[in-house]
């Protein structure tokens, strides 16, 4: 293997393979992607429906955990990361949704991050992807992620999207087109009953084959090299021994929300104050680095159900073992799908311009200690907060590359999230209790119909929420006067040569949304960027925008 390359990218994940395959079109740049995992795609990543048994073993996970979260209780959240070619998007439930409009307009005109406006990320979004649902105004169709839309049949998830109308909710064709609020049928990465990661859809044999792109997988970056101010390499540990490959002109980070400011940490940069308390040399003291930690956090409101039309006959023998025949002879039946069907993102009161609640519907229940079904007939609706107000930091623990480092989210130390919170269990309630679920409604299992008042409430609420996996911020994107930006709008980090972040460590403020597709597109900006190549030009195309959300909740 070659030693010196045109660009390092460190991490290949939802951005790092979008950005390393952009970058190697140009045959003139020699291009090196660095996986800490391995390169492999197994069944138990391609079957849709295997995702519990990623996210609870630890062969293709980084399984990082949270601190002790004084707001949960002093409970430690597990936080699976993926580490295979691919990336979290390798692992993660498969919904591929952009977030709302208003997102990136708010990262432009509120945080620093000029052209990162709905209008300039639109044509990327476009790009990107390959559907045929949507207007081709805002969807794209012959992009290398082909994204598809279920066929939706159980009526479970049909009795959702007629609540929802029955409640006088809004209802979108397309939460990825110009109307995000609303209740949807939620789009999937899923093709011909596959999981389609960043690594099946970037890193194609022909592209594989590409004499200037090199993958080096099951290769840890320790550090990145400096000469003087200027990132000049990278050290590894790989097949244990130590390796330094170099760059002649620039690195890339897309290493994730965890890895990115852990790995700028290791390297020197960072809170100064941080860096030598664990012996390490400064080469530029950025205090935002590791700072303003998001995530979404999520509550699984749990019901039974009066017929046998929820999931729980397919995850118990003989049907069981159809299931998982159908899928591997056919690619079909029940485990071809990740069965988070249909969703809305809605408004949790009037007086807010968009969402800050996700509804996802489950034809089953789950075990929180196991990710196992539970015995009866049930369903559940994760009530997720998009819009979170709490912000916390990632510490070092050591100088140890191999240490992960401290996660200290502080979930719910701001009241508005909790405010939110109690807000949307009640309209989870009032949509289970609409005609709609009428055949279907049992009794509410958890939080159970005796928690009414705020205290109850609030206390299941500190019990019983969780990660929704949606780690970013860590390394924010302002501008170069901003204390608490690590990046500028190009991706450079602030105060040093040749060193770009790109992944979803970048949002100055979480979309609300999963972040796969948002990751995808910052790895697909950050090559025009590196490349030097002109941006797409920005769209004209506008979107919908709620005409009574200052005086109605829906």
């Not at 790009?127 to 479970?156: A, I, Q």
């Not at 196991?370 to 709490?390: D, G, L, M, R, W």
């Not at 807000?423 to 939080?447: I, N, Q």
Request: glycine share 10%; aromatic share 8%.
């Amino acid at each position: 293997m070659d030693r010196e390359f045109d660009f390092i990218v460190v991490g290949g994940g939802s951005a790092g393979c979008a950005l390393a395959s952009r970058l190697s079109e140009n045959a003139a740049s020699t291009v090196l992607l660095i996986e800490a995992g391995p390169d492999a795609n197994p069944w138990q990543v391609r079957m849709p429906l295997a995702v519990d048994a990623l996210l609870t073993s630890t062969k293709y996970n980084w399984a990082f955990q949270s601190a002790a979260e004084p707001g949960l209780g002093g409970r430690v959240i597990e936080h699976p990361r993926g580490r295979v070619l691919g990336g979290s998007s390798a692992i993660n439930g498969m919904v591929y949704t952009r977030g709302n409009p208003q997102d990136y307009d708010e990262w432009r005109d509120e945080h620093g991050c000029r052209g990162w406006g709905y209008a300039d990320v639109l044509p990327y979004f476009i790009r990107m992807e390959s559907t045929e649902s949507g207007d081709s105004r805002y969807r794209g169709r012959k992009g290398p992620l082909k994204v598809t839309k279920p066929r939706t049949k159980n009526p479970l998830n049909l009795a959702f999207l007629a609540a929802g109308e029955e409640l006088g909710y809004p209802i979108t064709d397309d939460s990825n087109g110009p109307q995000h609020e609303g209740f949807a049928i939620a789009e999937q990465t899923i093709v011909n009953g596959q999981r389609n990661s960043t690594a099946a859809a970037y890193l194609s044999p022909a592209v594989r084959s590409r004499p200037n792109l090199t993958i080096a997988s099951k290769t840890v970056v320790e550090r990145i090299l400096f000469e003087g101010r200027r990132a000049s390499g990278v050290r590894c540990q790989s097949s244990e021994k130590a390796e330094v490959f170099k760059s002649r002109r620039e690195i890339i980070l897309s290493a994730g929300g965890v890895g990115s400011p852990h790995i700028l940490k290791l390297s020197g940069i960072g809170p100064a104050a941080e860096l030598q308390e664990h012996g390490i040399a400064i080469v530029h003291d950025l205090k935002g680095v590791g700072a303003n930690l998001q995530d979404h956090l999520d509550l699984p409101i749990q019901f039974t159900c009066k017929q046998p039309v929820s999931l729980k006959r397919s995850t118990e023998w003989p049907r069981k073992a159809f299931v998982g025949l159908n899928w591997f002879l056919l690619k079909g039946g029940v485990a071809a799908s990740n069965q988070f069907e249909v969703t809305a993102y809605i408004r949790s009161r009037a007086g807010i311009s968009k969402p800050n609640l996700k509804f996802e519907f489950f034809p089953l229940s789950i075990s929180h200690d196991n990710f196992k079904p539970y015995p009866q007939e049930a369903f559940q609706i994760h009530c997720t907060v998009e819009t979170s107000y709490a912000r916390g930091n990632l510490l070092l623990k050591s100088s140890n590359p191999n240490e992960a480092p401290s996660l200290n989210f502080n979930y719910l130390s701001d009241e508005r999230d909790m405010q939110t919170f109690r807000e949307g269990v009640g309209l989870v309630r009032e949509l289970v209790a609409s005609r709609a679920f009428d055949p279907y409604r049992g009794t509410e299992m958890d939080p159970g119909e005796a928690v009414k008042s705020r205290e109850a409430l609030d206390e299941w609420i500190r019990r019983r929420a969780t990660t929704a996996f949606h780690i970013s911020g860590t390394c924010a994107m302002g501008r170069q006067d901003d204390p608490n930006a690590v990046i500028g709008p190009d991706l450079k980090v602030h105060g040093v040569e040749g060193l770009r972040v790109a992944d979803a460590s970048i949002m100055p403020v979480v979309v609300t949304s999963n972040l796969n597709a948002s990751a995808i597109m910052i790895g697909e900006r950050a090559a025009d960027f590196t490349l030097g190549r002109p941006q797409l030009s920005p769209s004209n195309e506008p979107y919908w925008v709620n005409p009574n959300w200052q005086t109605s909740q829906r």
